[in-house]
């Protein structure tokens, strides 16, 4: 087991960062206060080829590994969540889908585009009566000739307003239960599409969050992301990409903690000293280093287990229930080592506190994930699929090694 990085994930971590920090940050406080979506910023990151990251060269990505990814979206998130939705959902909950179910037509028509920024992407699941429940779609796709006719509403959806194409999960046949489910990929200018942007937010007040509406909306069969009947595998195909960013955007936030807590307890003195002195104040930052620590371990495991091609589904949600916690908790004890300054938008720990509570609830709150993770772990594997090794020897050796 080698725990370094690779010149070439060292390289793509350096230069993430200070993307991050020369382009993103100079804007992060007026786009969060404003509560605007920054287009510019969008257009900067797509010319400089992130949404590009782990796209084979053949539709016009970089080809990195699911390593450097978890490192950039680190590096987005430390500056900014709301900048590191955008960046995951185009990458994990749109590109990485089309290029696992998609069709050759449909790689080739929309991978390139979204790569380069010329396309972006959502992901409609969530509707406002199936959150947790994604089994219970609403939204229904009645078969028309060889065409689908879509009709029904989705809530919560990121780069809703500005996407070009939504992957949009429908139910078929109700009484077939999920298997009676279909994803689409459904450009947003067909008509009957429409949607509205969602605001008041707790936190995220940059990231465009949207109500998607679908009336009527026609598509043809050869928009079927999969086959008929597949739709909710897709869609926790989809979560098992997503969760997996923001896991790596939980990372982010706990450096951006120990980074703001770390500086601030060496200028901020009381009772004569730096409060970084106060082994109280200490013992906090060391609890945030020691959560993001154990994070970006699991982000990174999870992470190689993506580039091996195996089934990361106990993985991939232990890392995201861990960094979504995790950072929470360091954004509380930031906001405590600031004392009343940290209740004051003066200073970047009250956003960075707002931002983090949302890791906790979207793409499965926690509590789906210590469902999946115990299922799991108490052998009722539906979450996870037959022959996933709970021997500990077996799941840190190389698949190729097992029978
Ligand atoms: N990959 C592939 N297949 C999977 C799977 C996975 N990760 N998880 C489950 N499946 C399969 C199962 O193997 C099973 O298949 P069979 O019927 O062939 O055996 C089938 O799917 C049903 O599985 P379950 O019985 O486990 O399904 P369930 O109905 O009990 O639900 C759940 C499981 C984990 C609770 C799931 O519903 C879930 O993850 N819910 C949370 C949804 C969520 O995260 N929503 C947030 C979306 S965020 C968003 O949309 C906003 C945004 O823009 C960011």
Redesign the pocket.
């Known amino acids: 087991m080698d725990f370094n990085l690779t010149s070439d994930q060292r390289a793509v971590w350096q230069w993430a960062r200070d993307f991050a920090d020369k382009e993103i940050a100079p804007k992060v406080e007026e786009n969060d206060q404003k509560a605007q979506f920054d287009f510019d910023l969008m257009k900067k990151i797509a010319d400089n080829g992130f949404f590009a990251a782990i796209l084979p060269e053949e539709y016009g990505g970089q080809a990195m590994d699911h390593i450097s990814y978890a490192l950039m979206t680190e590096e987005i998130a430390r500056v900014d969540s709301s900048t590191r939705t955008l960046f995951s959902?185009q990458i994990s909950?749109v590109e990485k889908p089309i290029m696992e179910w998609g069709s050759e037509a449909q790689k080739k028509h929309y991978l390139p585009k979204l790569a380069s920024g010329e396309m972006i992407g959502?992901?409609g699941?969530?509707e406002p009566n199936a959150?947790?429940?994604?089994?219970n779609q609403q939204t229904r796709a009645v078969k028309d000739g060889d065409h689908y006719v879509l009709n029904g509403q989705k809530t919560?959806?990121?780069n809703g307003t500005i996407a070009h194409v939504a992957i949009i999960i429908a139910q078929t046949d109700p009484s077939k239960g999920?298997?009676g489910m279909c994803a689409f990929l459904v450009d947003t200018d067909t008509k009957g599409f429409t949607s509205q942007k969602m605001g008041n937010k707790l936190g995220l007040k940059s990231s465009d969050t949207a109500e998607l509406f679908l009336d009527n909306v026609r598509v043809p069969e050869s928009a079927m992301l999969g086959k008929p009947g597949e739709g909710?595998?897709v869609a926790?195909?989809c979560?098992?990409q997503?969760r997996f960013s923001v896991a790596c955007g939980g990372v982010g936030v706990m450096q951006a903690c120990i980074d703001v807590s770390t500086e601030y307890a060496m200028e901020r003195e009381a009772f004569g000293q730096k409060i970084g002195e106060f082994q109280m104040v200490q013992s906090m930052i060391a609890d945030m280093a020691v959560d993001c620590e154990c994070g970006r371990l699991l982000v990174l495991r999870a992470a190689h287990k993506k580039d091996q091609g195996v089934r990361n589904?106990r993985e991939t949600s232990m890392a995201k229930l861990f960094c979504a916690d995790a950072a929470n908790r360091a954004a509380y004890n930031a906001v405590q080592v600031f004392g009343g300054y940290g209740f004051s938008e003066e200073y970047p720990v009250a956003r960075i506190y707002r931002d983090a509570r949302v890791l906790s609830l979207?793409?499965?709150t926690s509590q789906?994930h210590r469902?999946?993770v115990s299922h799991d772990e108490l052998g009722l594997r539906?979450?996870n699929?037959p022959g996933m090794p709970n021997n500990p020897i077996d799941r840190y050796s190389n698949p190729a090694d097992l029978d």
């Open positions: 959902v909950l959502c992901f699941l969530t959150g947790s429940d994604a089994g919560w959806i990121s999920h298997k909710f595998k926790m195909y979560l098992d997503g589904t979207y793409e499965g789906i469902i999946i539906a979450a699929g």
